[in-house]
């Protein structure tokens, strides 16, 4: 993950609720922690679908609470 792409990433919207993406390399994916779910990076292209989010589990998302 290049500084380009990092800053690109920083524009992205969650499509679903239009807040903020957190990227999270490590995992490879993209949090929005308003919505309190996560979309899914496929070879390296963030996959922006409402149908493919994927919720946080509860352990997770109470680092958002
Ligand atoms: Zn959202």
Same mark, same amino acid.
Do not use: Q, T
């Given at each position: 993950?290049?500084?380009?792409?990092?800053?690109?990433?920083?524009?992205?919207?969650?499509?679903?609720?239009? #807040?903020? =993406?957190? /990227?999270?390399? !490590?995992?490879?994916?993209? *949090?929005?922690?308003? #919505?309190? =779910?996560? /979309?899914?990076? !496929?070879?390296?292209?963030? *996959?922006?679908?409402?149908?493919?989010?994927?919720?946080?589990?509860?352990?997770?998302?109470?680092?958002?609470?």
């Amino acid at each position: 993950m290049s500084f380009v792409e990092e800053k690109l990433l920083n524009l992205l919207a969650c499509p679903r609720c239009g #807040g903020e =993406l957190a /990227y999270e390399g !490590k995992e490879s994916r993209l *949090v929005c922690e308003k #919505g309190r =779910l996560f /979309y899914p990076i !496929k070879d390296g292209i963030p *996959v922006l679908l409402i149908d493919r989010a994927v919720p946080l589990s509860a352990d997770e998302s109470k680092d958002f609470a």
